[in-house]
């Protein structure tokens, strides 16, 4: 995509991954507009930017999502980018039960929401001469993480609909583009600055220069063995990568 001359929406722009590419676009000249539930830290975040827009969004509430798509294709008509950002990533037992007012949740915030954001944007950016919908999956998508089984479900389902979604706009002036983050040291569950964990700040700058290119997928490069995995061998990876955590689990405070 083009990295310049964009009016951009992000979703889940007031943290982590979301509020580094939030700062990175906005460094460049874009016009950003972040999205998020809670107005004190779109507030926190855009005083620390002075020239970026927020709107108070419930990527889980489709009104709140027809609300705030009628409201930005009115104020910011030359919205051409949308990154569908925003998730939750709760702990699970897929083994034992399964709360259920958490699992849908995710699965509403982490699939449904980026599907609904898509679909109330889509017609608005079909009309301009060039547009780019990205959206945040996982390498999860690909090796899941047991622990997170409902997460990296949605992730993988995510990624799925990313190219059914691509093929199905290959005739507009629409590109899909996504995002595979490998561990990232972010609050998305805490930010306990593991050391296994990739900085954010190297994680942007690595994605925003595959973002400049046409890469259909921006995958870092401490991201690629776990994305090269899918194939007839990927549960042997898929296991030997769950007992390693349970080995050494991450830290939780």
């Known amino acids: 995509m083009q990295l310049t001359d964009n009016t951009i929406l992000i979703t889940g722009g007031t943290s982590g991954i979301g509020r580094g590419l939030a700062e990175a676009f906005h460094k460049l000249g874009n016009t950003v507009i972040i ?22 969004l419930d990527i889980a509430d489709p009104a709140s999502i027809k609300r705030v798509a009628g409201q930005l294709t009115r104020d910011f008509p030359a919205l051409n980018v949308l990154v569908n950002n925003a998730g939750i990533m709760p702990f699970d ?22 599907i609904r954001m898509s679909a109330a944007l889509v017609g608005h950016l079909k009309r301009q001469p060039r547009a780019t919908i990205i959206n ?18 949605t992730k993988a389902a995510l990624h799925s609909y990313t190219l059914s979604q691509r093929f199905m706009l290959r005739d507009t002036s629409v590109k899909l583009q996504e995002i595979a983050p490998p561990w990232v040291n972010t609050d998305l569950v805490y930010k306990g600055d593991d050391p296994r964990a990739m900085p954010l700040e190297a994680f942007i700058e690595q994605t925003m220069a595959a973002l400049a290119s046409d890469k259909e997928e921006v995958v870092v490069e401490a991201a690629k063995p776990m994305r090269d995995n899918a194939g007839p061998n990927e549960h042997k990876l898929v296991n030997e990568f769950n007992a390693y955590l349970q080995a050494n689990p991450i830290p939780v405070y």
Do not use: F, W
């Open 35 to 56: 999205a998020g539930r809670r107005k004190a830290l779109l507030d926190e975040v855009v005083k620390a930017n002075p020239g970026m827009h927020a709107v108070e």
């Open 93 to 114: 037992d897929a083994a034992g039960e399964i709360d259920e007012e958490v699992m849908l949740s995710t699965v509403t915030t982490n699939l449904l929401g980026p």
């Open 136 to 153: 945040n999956t996982s390498v999860l998508a690909y090796v899941p993480l047991a622990s997170t089984a409902v997460y990296s479900a």
